[in-house]
T-cell receptor, first 112, second 110 residues
């Protein structure tokens, strides 16, 4: 099992460009999460999903959109990137009824 | 609003010392508290999970305690080793979501 994988590992964008981050898990987990991690601020929840076809807002959802068309994939989109979105993005998943989350390796995004 | 704070922000100790990392939270209505380890450039690895009804959990040289009434948890690392060098994050779990602290960056030198 690969666990939780994230694509790409690193990306540089110019202000105003768009991109999609892909998270994939092969553990048949119902719940999936997108976080961002900034220096000195820990991880903050952007959006999450409690099952295929569902999404919900987290703590810092503005400027991001998500989709969960397939159970194993959770996409994070930036429609018009801003320098404030420079961060490391982590995806996580967990099984329904269990509280342990499994994290991907992260995507480092730089917006110029 | 739930806030999670970790003290100290950074810690540098010689090998062999016993360590205590602190985590505090403002809202005691939590389902559980979790401790994670994060190595540089990597994702998070779950270390210990304490249910709200429990007082502590142990795994090897790690022991985590939880005092819901005071809004505190401590992670105790016995006989620290250079391989323990990492950032340690605590997080409280409530209503499908984890709320993370800011982390303690630990360096253990030989």
């Amino acid at each position: 099992n690969a666990g939780v994988t994230q694509t790409p590992k690193f990306r540089v964008l110019k202000t105003g460009q768009s991109m999609t981050l892909l998270c994939a898990q092969d553990m048949n987990h119902e719940y999936m999460y997108w976080y961002r991690q900034d220096p000195g601020m820990g991880l903050r929840l952007i959006h999450y999903s409690v099952g295929e076809g569902t999404t919900a807002k987290g703590e810092v959802p503005d400027g991001y959109n998500v989709s969960r068309l397939k159970k194993q994939n959770f996409l994070l989109g930036l429609e018009s990137a801003a320098p404030s979105q420079t961060s490391v993005y982590f995806c996580a998943s967990r099984e329904s009824g269990r509280e342990t989350q499994y994290f991907g390796p992260g995507t480092r995004l730089l917006v110029l | 609003k739930q806030e999670v704070t970790q003290i100290p922000a950074a810690l540098s100790v010689p090998e062999g010392e016993n360590l205590v990392l602190n985590c505090s939270f403002t809202d005691s209505a939590i389902y559980n508290l979790q401790w994670f380890r994060q190595d540089p450039g990597k994702g998070l690895t779950s270390l210990l999970l304490i249910q709200s009804s429990q007082r502590e959990q142990t795994s090897g040289r790690l022991n985590a305690s939880l005092d819901k009434s005071s809004g505190r948890s401590t992670l105790y690392i016995a006989a620290s080793q250079p391989g323990d060098s990492a950032t340690y994050l605590c997080a409280v779990f409530r209503t499908d979501k984890l709320i993370f602290g800011t982390g303690t960056r630990l360096q253990v030198f030989p």
